[in-house]
């Protein structure tokens, strides 16, 4: 079985923290993904990447960034938490690009 | 036009009834289809995938993919209250380097 573990399931952080989450894989996967997932907008893809040291843009990468040194790690960086950044957020795994996403638990981070 | 429409529903049956979940698609690209299941406060977890067009089963579920008329279904038969959850189509042309394109969910309650 793919497992995807995250950090913590639930964080509470203050404004302007810098917040770090982590991501682990077990598959030897590629491609890591991380998004987030607020009440009626889905899941938003921030980051992938296919590749140690390689990333790639989604579709809200303002205000993250990630950090890939190992393939079995993937970590995603707040630079100065703000409190729209409120939300739930996903990390997965993929064998391919385009392929289909195994998904760790959730990471719950409420900024204060 | 968004590229995946999903209903968010919620849509709300009885136990034992079949459901009928379904995303329409605008990006003809799109040959791998998939569907996800999301627990409330659980990441998503990958229930079935499918190739190109036609029918796939699995247990009480089966996936319908219509690429003439870029339409996918989920049809859940003799649904059971454990089934309550928010499901996620998702796609991709799967070559290149493209992620998964995913619908914003469709939550459902089947009401014992």
């Known amino acids: 079985d793919v497992k995807v573990t995250q950090s913590s399931r639930y964080l509470v952080k203050r404004t302007g923290e810098k917040v770090f989450l982590e991501c682990v894989q077990d598959?030897?996967?590629?491609?890591m993904f991380w998004y987030r997932q607020d009440p009626g907008l889905g899941l938003r893809l921030i980051y992938f990447?296919?590749?140690?040291?390689?990333?790639e843009k989604g579709d809200i990468p303002e205000g993250y960034s990630v950090s890939r040194e190992k393939k079995e790690r993937f970590s995603l960086i707040l630079e100065s938490a703000s409190t729209n950044q409120t939300s739930m957020y996903l990390c997965?795994?993929?064998?391919?690009?385009?392929?289909?996403?195994?998904f760790g638990p959730g990471t719950r981070l409420t900024v204060t | 036009q968004k590229e995946v429409e999903q209903d968010p529903g919620p849509l709300s049956v009885p136990e034992g009834a079949i459901v009928s979940l379904n995303c329409t698609y605008s990006?003809?690209?799109?040959?791998?289809f998939m569907w996800y299941r999301q627990y409330s406060r659980k990441g998503p977890e990958l229930l079935m995938y499918?190739?190109?067009?036609g029918n796939k089963e699995d247990g009480r579920f089966t996936a319908q993919v219509d690429k003439s008329s870029k339409y996918i279904s989920l049809f859940i038969r003799d649904s059971q209250p454990s089934d309550s959850a928010t499901y996620l189509c998702?796609?991709?042309?799967?070559?290149?380097?493209?992620?998964?394109?995913f619908g914003k969910g469709t939550r459902l309650s089947v009401i014992a």
């Open positions: 598959m030897d996967h590629e491609n």
């Open positions: 990447s296919y590749d140690v040291k390689m990333k």
């Open positions: 997965a795994s993929s064998f391919l690009v385009g392929g289909e996403q195994y």
């Open positions: 990006n003809s690209a799109f040959q791998y």
């Open positions: 998702a796609m991709s042309a799967k070559t290149g380097n493209t992620p998964l394109v």
């Open positions: 499918t190739y190109s067009s």
